[in-house]
């Protein structure tokens, strides 16, 4: 199947920092990503859709200017977590769906993990 | 409502047990479903696609039921490593995103 990277897999930073994260499609095309955030025992949470070319659209409650999404290419996404805070501790997934396929199939990156201290 | 609704349990079951989960979508629009598995701190992984005409791989089996707008995955002879959360996931005509049940913890227990 398809194959959907994401770096860094863990990273640790200071409080008012910002962390950068990378997710890209290995083998396929992908003119739209989407990032979820999930906490500890909770489920999935999509956060914004990332449109290659264009600006994301963001899920409600999710402030755009703290969360920056960048999608250069049809095969890279970058989430931006600006000044970020203990609270915004989280794992955060891309996935991205191969449009060349009529499947609605999203392929997920193995997510990162973020630790603000 | 939300658009897709899924018992989250936990579900703790023997080895060897048959268990059943359920997931019910709000919108008739609703046309592809999934489930996904999801281990501990781990990403989602496509478990199997769930067809109208029901589906079966090995000990799983999904089941669609458009006019009662559920879906089901029933898990046979049931192994230690089915241990997992188990996520019921559909997609709809105009949309591109994907919408997300919040998963079924299972615990198979020896």
């Known amino acids: 199947g398809a194959v959907v990277s994401q770096h860094p897999s863990w990273v640790i930073c200071k409080s008012g920092t910002s962390v950068k994260i990378e997710c890209r499609s290995l083998?396929?095309?992908?003119?739209?990503m989407f990032w979820y955030r999930q906490f500890p025992k909770q489920s999935l949470m999509l956060m914004a859709t990332?449109?290659?070319?264009?600006?994301?659209?963001?899920e409600q409650g999710v402030e755009k200017d703290k969360f920056l999404i960048n999608h250069a290419s049809l095969t890279l996404s970058t989430l931006t977590v600006t000044s970020a805070h203990p609270e915004d501790s989280s794992f955060y997934i891309c996935?991205?769906?191969?449009?060349?396929?009529?499947?609605?199939?999203?392929?997920f990156g193995p997510g990162t993990r973020l630790t603000v201290t | 409502r939300k658009e897709v609704e899924q018992d989250p349990g936990p579900f703790n079951v023997p080895e060897g047990a048959t268990v059943a989960f359920n997931c019910t979508y709000s919108?008739?629009?609703?046309?592809?479903f999934f489930w996904y598995r999801q281990d501990c701190r781990k990403e989602p992984k496509l478990l199997m696609s769930?067809?109208?005409s029901g589906n079966e791989d090995g000990r799983f089996t999904a089941q669609l039921n458009r006019a009662s707008q559920y879906i089901s995955l029933l898990i046979r002879d049931s192994k230690l490593s089915d241990s997992a959360t188990y996520i019921c996931?559909?997609?709809?005509?105009?949309?591109?995103?994907?919408?997300f049940g919040t998963g079924t913890r299972l615990t198979v227990i020896p």
């Open positions: 919108n008739s629009a609703s046309q592809s």
């Open positions: 990332s449109n290659e070319g264009s600006k994301a659209t963001y």
């Open positions: 083998d396929f095309q992908a003119t739209t």
């Open positions: 769930v067809y109208s």
């Open positions: 996931v559909v997609a709809r005509t105009g949309a591109n995103n994907l919408f």
């Open positions: 996935s991205a769906r191969d449009w060349d396929s009529y499947s609605y199939e999203q392929y």
